[in-house]
Nanobody, 113 residues
Framework: QVQLLESGPGLVKPSQTLSLTCTVSGDSITAEHAWTWIRRPPGKGLEWMGVITADGRTYYNPSLESRTSISRDTSKNQFYLHLNGVTPEDTAVYYC??????WGKGTLVTVSS
């Protein structure tokens, strides 16, 4: 059974880069499916951030595209999120998802000085 696990710092300072790792087990990120990052700010709804496909193509939410990068390491079966120039509005629980049904538990990232 596929499992996804997010990891990364829980606190990031404003203007810095938020970097998260999703470690996948039970499936290969190169086999098929869309490997996605989604976030939920406190008190708000889910926001789709972007995706990396099995063949390595990336697509981003237009509202975040200028600050977002998704990449992967196929040898580690991991994919990554980098969000530049963070502000307190980027505080959220971040999820990695094998679209659509398989979610990691999420990791809270707080942006604060």
């Amino acid at each position: 059974q596929v499992q996804l696990l997010e990891s990364g710092p829980g606190l990031v300072k404003p203007s810095q880069t938020l970097s998260l790792t999703c470690t996948v087990s039970g499936d290969s990120i190169t086999a098929e499916h869309a490997w996605t990052w989604i976030r939920r700010p406190p008190g708000k709804g889910l926001e789709w951030m972007g995706v990396i496909t099995a063949d390595g193509r990336t697509y981003y939410n237009p509202s975040l595209e200028s600050r977002t990068s998704i990449s992967r390491d196929t040898s580690k079966n991991q994919f990554y999120l980098h969000l530049n120039g963070v502000t307190p509005e980027d505080t959220a629980v971040y999820y990695c998802v094998r679209w659509l049904l398989h979610w990691g538990k999420g990791t809270l990232v707080t942006v604060s000085s």
